[in-house]
C-alpha cells in the first residue's frame, strides 16, 4: 500500500469516528441527556432518638422509604426522658446500623439544653447544638431546587435555634412538627421540654405544620396505636441482615430492625404503644393520611394556649389520622423496604 494510499485510509476512518461521535451527542442530547429530576423528598429527622419507642421506628419508616425521601442526614436533641445528648445519638445510630445504613446515613448532635439557654450564644464560636444547627442551615442553603422539610419529632430546640441564627432559612425550609395538644388543651411531651423554641417559631414567618399528638383524644397521633402482639407477629427479621449482631439499648443483640422493634415494645411492658413519630413521616409521605386544618397561630402564654384570630401568620394542623392506613403502610414497608441513598 503506498503513502499516499494509507493516508486516504486513515483520513476516511479519522472523519467516521467524526461522524459517529457527533450522531451519539446529538442522539443523548434528542433522549433527553440531561440529568433526571430528583422527585423525592428532601428531608432531615429531628430526634429525641433515646426517649421512648416511637422514633426509633420514625427513623426506620424513614429510612426504608428510599423511593420517597431523599434523607439528608438525622438530628437529635435531648429531652428530660432517655440520658444524656450522646445516648440520643447512640440509639438514632443504632437504629441506622441495624438498617444496614451506618456507611451513608450521619447522625448530628444537636441541643442538650433549651433555646433560653442558648439562643443568645448560636454567633458563638461554638455552642450548644452547633453541629445539628449548622447541619440544618447548611442543607437549607444547599444547591438543591427542592425544597427541604424538616420533620422534628421531639423538642423543637434545633430548628427554633436554626431560625435564630440564619432566619434566611425560613424561606427555604417546611417544618412538620410532631408535637403538642393544640390549639386548645395545654400539655405534651414534646411540647412541654421546650415552650418557648415552640412559640419562636409560630412567630417566624416559615412554613409550620403541626402533627398534633392530642393526648387521650381520638383526634391526634396519640390514637396510632400498634399491640407488642401485632409486632410480634409481623416484625421479626425485618430488614436487611447486618454481618456483625450490635447490642440493644436494653441488652440483647440484633442484625436487623424488624427483632430491635420487637424488643422495644417487649421491654415497655404495655398491651399498646401509639407511633406518635411515625404518623408525622407518614403525612409527609402522603397527606391523604389526615386532615389538614389552616389556622392563625395560636401563642402560648400564662401556661395556656391563647388565640389569635387576627393574625395574619397562618399555620397548618394536622389531625384525624386514617390509623388503618399508617399502620398498613408502616407494616408494608418493613415487608418491603426500599433503602435510602
Known sequence: MTAVARYFRMAVKTTSSIWILLI????????????????????????????EVDDQHAIAYT?????????????????????????????????????GLQSQVNVYKGA???????????????????????????????NDDRQLVLIPVGKLTNIALALKKDPSIAA?????????????????????????????????????????????????????????KEMQANMPGKGP????????????????FGDYAVDLF???????????????????????WAERVEMSAPTW??????????NERKIIIWENYDKQGIIADFFNTMENYVLVK
Open 301 to 310: 402564654v400564662n401556661d395556656a394556649w391563647k388565640a389569635q384570630p387576627e
Open 112 to 142: 442538650d439544653g433549651n433555646f433560653k439557654e442558648i439562643a443568645s450564644h448560636v454567633n458563638d464560636a461554638h455552642f450548644d447544638g452547633e453541629e445539628a444547627v449548622n447541619f440544618i442551615i447548611e442543607q437549607a442553603h444547599a
Open 24 to 51: 451519539c451527542v446529538l442522539f443523548t442530547s434528542a433522549c433527553g441527556g440531561e440529568k433526571a429530576v430528583d422527585t423525592r423528598i428532601r428531608v432531615i429527622i429531628d430526634a429525641d432518638a433515646n426517649n
Open 266 to 288: 417487649e421491654k415497655t411492658k404495655n398491651e399498646h404503644r401509639s407511633l406518635f413519630d411515625v404518623c408525622a413521616v407518614a403525612l409527609v409521605k402522603n397527606p391523604g
Open 172 to 228: 427555604k425550609v417546611r417544618i412538620v412538627w410532631l408535637g403538642s395538644n393544640m390549639p386548645v388543651n395545654p400539655g405534651e411531651y414534646n411540647f412541654d421540654n421546650d415552650t418557648a423554641s415552640v412559640n419562636y417559631v409560630l412567630e417566624s414567618d416559615v412554613i409550620f405544620e403541626v402533627s398534633v399528638v392530642r393526648n387521650s383524644e381520638h383526634s391526634g397521633t396519640e390514637a396510632v396505636k400498634v399491640s407488642t
Open 241 to 256: 441482615q447486618i454481618s456483625t449482631a450490635i447490642e440493644g439499648r436494653s441488652g440483647g443483640t440484633f442484625t436487623n
Open 63 to 99: 429510612l426504608f422509604n428510599g423511593d420517597v425521601f431523599d434523607l439528608a442526614g438525622i438530628t437529635v436533641n435531648r429531652t428530660r426522658n432517655g440520658g444524656d445528648i450522646l445516648k440520643h445519638c447512640e440509639e438514632a445510630e443504632r437504629v441506622v446500623t441495624l438498617c
